[in-house]
């Protein structure tokens, strides 16, 4: 019929019209039309349109000769279908053969993952697939192919989320998207982010059965996209040989996890058993477990009795982030009403945190630098593990997971755990029952060789005089024991300070015999004005009160008071060459000690000293000032103090006898001391009496020996008296040697 205009704009109103036919008409209407439809096999497969623009029309003859042309061309289409469909198929199925087969071969969960997207990918035409699989109430991402950006929230998304993958895994069916106005029609909630993400038209998601579900595969399409029985009928194949694979895979995974876990627990009893010492044994456990069980390891044990604990040890494959994990976790550690190791500690009870996210690293941290730093380690997820042994619970083994490596910990981690720090704490306990014993033998051994050394050094400060002698045996006693680089002893004098030993001290600083200030800004100078011990263990604990130490002395070191009562007579100051020591009670007992028995020798020589200087006044106050002039010989003295310059019973004299003969007397009071002088005091003017009323040597003896027997003390001694005379001299001893004769020449 005639084409007029109106039944131009009612065919153009029908759905389906080409844009560029349309164009093309309305620039050049046509005068008459005719449309037959393609028929085979008693179905329509398309239709067949004739148009004309000149004078001439269609008629009836034209339209039977147009269906005639459309009875063959149909069938000539239908065939045309039918071959390409078969090709299709055969190549489909030729392709499905060998997904199965690479499916077959795939061994683990993540190959099957990669093998079953690209198959999905190449038979669908799909731009981006991700693969899924079933874990507790949440589905949980295995890989990616085409995808792009991150996964976000869609890595572990939980069951009963409205959503394609969600919908097609709880209700065993695929679930199939066409376009945009399926997702506003379905999944209206969704549409936005599925737009933001680029997957706002077609979609696809495949539940994987075997028996029941056990992933899902997510499929996006680049456009819009109708789904014909071949789309279905692929997925529906690849689907079920996916799930095969899946199950497959991961039972086998389970049993290779079940024999890495033997293997692990048997390689952990043995580093446990090669270490002796409990921090020999941790770091050997921690480095076992890094990586392959977890990326980061710590372990705390308890300390003190208050309920305190120290980091005992951390490890992470990269050095920088084991030195930041051990500065985070050794400045702080979460209070037990909070999740971490301290709770563990105090409830017995594991953790287990499967998303340590930013929100937890906020609430677990105490200031932003530390927040900072936890964003550093970006930690994943972790299990806190008691270290429990003959009922008690004595430390925490952590494990983390963190970003880098990608894995994460859930229930079926737990038990495997569990056991290694089962095993890990009993080690650690039989360590430390083991070092306890050391220690005690050690402690033993190092009581009686304080013993000795304090017996030592008795001996040989009672043989000490002086000061000076006392300081340099304690000094040299106490660096060997102490294994100190230098010393110092002072002593208070006056209203200052006297240094004793300086001994590896720089002759600038401190050197033997130099004064001390006592307001001096040193610590020897602070420990005697106030008398408190001073142990500087680190560099800080010097220098929050004193000014850097002098290079080469390091800033470790001790000062203790020298007391006696109550009173502070002295310091002795120990130095270690190193910014840093700690100091062990035996350490400190030596120094005490040592600190204890210099006092005491201080003082005894102080006493001897004061004594022997009233004796030696005593003895020359009672000795001849001066010898008498004689006829009788020429007479000279020499007096010598004894040994260590101790005064007390030696004299000597001389004197005229009114005859002219000189009588002299040598005599020796046994002992030492002022009481020594004065007995020689009295021998000396017994002897002069009896010398002047003209008594001859012998009787002098005689009479002096009768006289001794009175006086106390004066028993034990000795004397020689000799009258000279004459040409001659005579004389007479008491236990004392006789005179030597000496001749000219």
Known sequence: PEMTPELLDEYFAAPGVDPELEAALRARPPRSAAIVPL?????????????????????????????????RAGLALANARLLAETRLNARRLRQLQEATAALSSAVSVEDVAAVLLAQV????????????????????ALARDGARGELGRWRRVPLDLAAPVTDAVRARQPVWIAGRDEWRERYPQLLDEATARGVDRAAAALPLMAGGVVGAIAVTFPEERRFVAADRDTARVLAEAGGQALARARLQGAAERERERARLLAEVSLVLDSGSGVDERLARLAGLLVPR???????RLADGPEGGSRLAQVAHADPRKAALAEELYGRYTAPPERPGPARVMLTGEPELVTDAGEEMRRAYAPD????????????????????????????????????????RYDEGDLAPALEVARRAAL????????????????????????????????AALAAAITEEEVARVVAAEAMDALSATACAVVVRDGEGARVLVASGYPDDLLAPGSELPLDSPFPLAAVLRGGEELWFERRTDWTRRFAPPSPGLGAAGVCVPLRMGEETVGAIAFRFGEDERRFAESDRNVVRAMAGQCAQALERARLYESERRAAETLQRALLPAELPPSRAARVEV??????????????????????????????????????????????????????LAGAGPATVVRRLSHFAERVDGARVATVACAVVGDGSLRYACAGHPPPLLRRPG
């Open 293 to 299: 069980v977890a990326d980061l390891v710590t372990v």
């Open 121 to 140: 990918r190449g038979l669908l035409g799909a731009d981006a697939a991700t693969a899924y699989q079933v874990a507790g109430d949440e589905l949980v």
């Open 39 to 71: 028929r085979a096999r008693g179905r329509s497969v398309g239709v067949l349109a004739l148009t004309t623009h000149g004078d001439a029309g269609l008629g009836e003859v034209d339209l039977r000769l147009l269906q005639e042309v459309g009875a």
């Open 638 to 691: 020499r007096y010598l103090p004894a040994a260590g310059g101790r005064s007390g019973g030696d004299f000597y004299d001389a004197l005229t006898l009114p005859d002219g003969r000189l009588s002299v007397v040598v005599g020796d009071v046994v002992g030492h001391g002022t009481e020594a002088a004065a007995i020689m005091g009295q021998l000396r003017s017994a002897w002069r009496a009896f010398a």
């Open 368 to 407: 932003a630098a530390f927040t900072d730093g936890l964003r550093r380690l970006a930690v994943t997820s972790y299990m806190s593990l008691p270290l429990r042994a003959r009922g008690a619970v004595f430390g925490a083994l952590t494990l983390m997971t963190t970003e880098e490596s990608g894995r």
């Open 427 to 458: 080690a650690i306990e039989n360590a430390r029952r083991y070092e306890g014993e050391q220690e005690a033998r050690a402690a033993a051994e190092r009581a009686r060789r304080r013993t000795e050394r304090l017996q030592r050094v008795t």
